[in-house]
């Protein structure tokens, strides 16, 4: 959201594109994965399609600073970083309902001494709490989802999928929101995403 605010969500999107090759790297340095010549084909076709998806029609600000660009790139790491964290728990504890479990309850937990002073529990009577509570059962799900995935298989192979989100927002924004128009870039990534997506797949 600080990157979001400083550069806009132009620069912001595609910085945080870069995760799944923080993932790959991760996967690699830390775990000792193999990096296959599919999975570094596919993850870099990834990264090419989420940067075409996420690079929008609009002026990019000029006027923030240098530094500011550390602010995506860090989110980006952090969210490779806990895709380890949770594969570094799962090889002695092998459950990813105890790993989502402990996730949102964490979760949960820093978001109320964030905003324990400013709550305001009348705001749960607001009618849109009831799509906040449908988001987190979504988030919910895709972290159990994550977590059995990453139970399963390689960080070097399901990072770069992760990636994929881009291509489900802009498939949700025309179909249900109307926000957006195919135009030829979008054809463009998704002919470069899905490849791509099926290039990891089949180093297995």
């Known amino acids: 959201m600080a990157g979001n605010k400083r550069l806009g969500p132009t620069i912001t999107s595609t910085m945080a594109g870069i995760s799944p090759l923080f993932g790959v790297a991760l996967g690699v340095l830390a775990l000792g994965e193999t990096l296959t010549t599919n999975i570094f084909i596919g993850a870099t076709g990834i990264f090419c399609g989420v940067t075409l998806l996420s690079w929008r029609d609009r002026n990019i600000p000029r006027g923030w600073p240098l530094w500011a660009l550390l602010l995506p790139l860090a989110a980006a790491f952090i969210r490779a970083?806990?895709?380890?964290?949770?594969?570094?728990?799962?090889?002695?504890?092998?459950?990813?309902?105890?790993?989502?479990?402990?996730?949102?309850?964490?979760?949960?937990?820093?978001?109320?001494?964030?905003t324990r002073r400013s709550l305001d529990m009348a705001l749960l009577k607001n009618g849109g709490a009831r799509w906040f509570i449908m988001t987190g059962t979504c988030y919910a799900l895709a972290m159990l989802a994550l977590n059995t995935a990453l139970s399963q298989g390689r960080?070097?192979?399901?990072?770069?999928?992760?990636?994929?989100?881009?291509?489900?927002?802009?498939?949700?924004?025309?179909?249900?929101?109307?926000?957006?128009?195919?135009?030829?870039?979008?054809?463009?990534?998704?002919?470069?995403?899905?490849?791509?997506v099926v290039a990891i797949t089949l180093s297995h």
Not at 81 to 110: D, H, I, Q, R, W
Not at 171 to 185: D, S, Y
Request: glycine fraction near 6%; aromatic fraction near 10%.
């Open 155 to 196: 960080l070097v192979a399901i990072a770069p999928i992760l990636a994929c989100a881009p291509l489900f927002s802009l498939f949700l924004g025309f179909t249900v929101f109307g926000e957006r128009t195919i135009n030829l870039r979008a054809v463009v990534a998704v002919a470069i995403i899905v490849p791509s």
């Open 81 to 114: 970083v806990t895709n380890l964290f949770a594969k570094l728990g799962m090889e002695s504890l092998a459950s990813p309902y105890f790993v989502s479990l402990v996730g949102t309850t964490v979760a949960t937990a820093v978001a109320f001494s964030v």
